[in-house]
């Protein structure tokens, strides 16, 4: 008895020559990509895509930091509401350069959100302190909360907006 190999019986050949194979195809898994892109796990152990989809860090924002992402060079879009930038790339047709919203590209929407307006007279300057939308009227910052869900269900945060100084 003890830690033998009796390759004497089928059965124990069949079961070692299995545990080998199984060995090779953990240290040289194979590499052929499968005909349809598998979905479960035990489909395609071995499989990589060619690249992952771009990590979204969250970072802190000021109104400079925040301005080149205005999609203009084709890059990503990115706004902020009340203080939270949300990464709007997806939605460069609303918020790229031709789009309606294109004036909140790279910058602070919360007073063009809260008053449904969409002109450039919104916007606060860039070398500014952040607008602090203390003037609002409550039905305004209503209209700002429905823009944040909005953004929050649809879009990914990834920053949070800050004064050029706090940085
Ligand atoms: C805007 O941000 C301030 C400060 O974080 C918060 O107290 C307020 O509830 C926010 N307003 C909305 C409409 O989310």
């Not at 879009?77 to 609303?94: E, H």
């Amino acid at each position: 008895m003890g830690l033998t190999f009796d390759l004497g019986t089928p059965v124990n050949t069949a079961l070692f020559l299995y545990i080998l194979y199984s060995v090779q195809r953990i240290i040289i898994p194979p590499t052929s990509k499968p005909a349809t892109t598998p979905h479960e796990f035990k489909q395609g152990y071995s499989w990589k895509p060619k690249s992952h989809p771009p990590t979204v860090m969250f970072r802190t924002y000021t109104p400079k930091t925040l301005a080149p992402f205005n999609g203009l060079d084709g890059g990503r879009i990115l706004l902020a509401i009340n203080g939270t930038v949300f990464d709007v790339t997806a939605g460069r047709n609303f918020y790229g350069p031709n789009g309606m919203y294109g004036n909140f590209a790279g910058r602070d929407a919360s007073r063009g959100m809260a008053k449904q307006s969409f002109d450039l007279d919104m916007l606060t300057p860039i070398d500014q302190p952040l607008d602090d939308l203390s003037d609002l009227r409550q039905d305004e910052i209503d209209n700002m909360k429905g823009w944040i869900d909005h953004f929050s269900n649809k879009y990914i945060v990834c920053g949070k907006l800050v004064n050029n100084d706090d940085i």
